[in-house]
């Protein structure tokens, strides 16, 4: 599987993100800075990792959302490109459409960081066909602004169609998200968007592999 990070100003999981993926795929991914043209030919996958691109200044991912190689990335997407998109990676790509909804203040105003359960509600995709439907897994949150918002009409699309693909489990939503959506698919299942980072319970020194199987899923599926 032929992978590509997008590193921004102020990303501080790519490398996690990067160790990750060479744990399961036996080879690094290339490492993409934001102001490239283009990314590599022959992709895979596109990863847009977590952090504080820009600093989260204006909204979280706003700026990182019309970065020079963001063009390519959105144009790959559309092409069906497969693209996850973790944290920060989420609300880029709810900043640039490609997935429906926004990454709004956590219902606290704190910052939350710790660990969460989640259910595994799309189980039958390249992200996660690793996990059993509603298996439920321990993943790391660490962010601000993680409240997933969408009108009712968005939401119950994402419900009645399978694009929920990871919901926090009951008594353990860190943001207030609506219906507890941790993660979403588009529609054709090939972008997945979530904020957990499954890179940070993904080998046995984390003390959890939860995550591990988003990232081996994906080189079964792509390689």
């Known amino acids: 599987m032929k992978a590509a990070v997008v590193v921004f100003p ?50 979280c991912g ?4 019309q970065s020079p190689i963001m063009r390519d990335v959105i144009d790959r997407a559309n092409k069906g ?3 996850l998109g973790i944290c920060n990676g989420f609300q880029i790509l709810c900043e640039t459409k490609l997935l429906p909804g926004a ?10 960081s710790r660990d969460v359960n989640m259910t595994v509600e799309g189980a039958n995709t390249m992200f996660t066909a690793g996990y059993k439907p509603g298996q439920v897994i321990n993943i790391p949150v660490a962010h601000g602004d993680g409240n997933y918002f969408a009108d009712n009409e968005t ?19 860190p943001n207030g998200a609506a219906r507890n959506i941790a ?5 054709r299942r090939t972008i997945l968007g979530l904020m957990p980072h499954p890179e940070r319970h993904s080998e046995p020194l984390h003390g ?14 792509l390689s």
């Open 103 to 112: 990454l709004m203040r956590n219902a606290s105003l704190k910052f939350v």
């Open 155 to 173: 939401l119950d699309r994402l419900e009645g169609e399978g694009q929920v693909a990871f919901r926090y489990v009951e008594g353990s939503n």
């Open 10 to 59: 102020a990303s501080n999981c790519d490398r996690d993100v990067h160790d990750a993926l060479k744990r399961s795929n036996g080879t690094p991914p290339a490492m993409v800075w934001h102001q490239d043209a283009s990314l590599p030919e022959g992709l895979d996958l596109i990863v847009l990792p977590g952090g504080f691109s820009y600093g989260d200044y204006l909204r």
């Open 81 to 83: 490109t497969p693209v």
């Open 208 to 221: 959890n592999t939860d995550g591990k199987a988003i990232f081996d899923s994906l080189v079964k599926a």
């Open 62 to 65: 706003a700026m990182a959302a």
């Open 183 to 187: 993660g979403i698919f588009n529609e």
